[in-house]
């Protein structure tokens, strides 16, 4: 089993900047990916940024230069860095971890329980 605890979210005013923290603790796996994702209300959830354990990244068009997602490995925490923040990035933010086998096929994947990210406009 995988806990993910999130932190950092909040109430911030358009054009601001947030940092959200995830930390995993248990059974993960050396060969991982970490993401976060976003669900609005009325809306499905959607991927925002992810990172893999060997740090490849992969981010969602519509943060593309204003979100930046990093990791430390040696700490098992995930970190998105969110900067010129508008009102349409306000939904609850879940982190998320896959353990990847070594053959590269997916393992389970794990969820935290969000964190909410309210921006006014």
């Known amino acids: 089993q995988v806990q993910l605890v999130e932190s950092g979210g909040g109430l911030v005013q358009a054009g601001g900047s947030l940092r959200l923290s995830c930390a995993a603790s248990?059974?993960?796996?050396?060969?991982?990916?970490m993401g976060w994702y976003r669900q609005a209300p009325g809306k499905q959830r959607e991927l925002v940024a992810a990172?893999?354990?060997?740090?490849?990244?992969n981010y969602a068009d519509s943060v593309k230069g204003r979100f930046t997602i990093s990791r430390d490995n040696g700490k098992n925490t995930v970190y998105l860095q969110m900067n010129s923040l508008k009102h349409e990035d306000t939904a609850v933010y879940y982190c998320?971890?896959?353990?990847?086998?070594?053959?590269?096929?997916?393992?389970?994947?794990?969820w935290g329980q969000g964190t909410q990210v309210t921006v006014s406009s």
């Open positions: 998320n971890l896959k353990n990847i086998w070594r053959d590269g096929v997916a393992g389970l994947l794990y």
């Open positions: 248990g059974s993960i796996f050396s060969i991982n990916a």
């Open positions: 990172i893999t354990s060997g740090g490849s990244t």
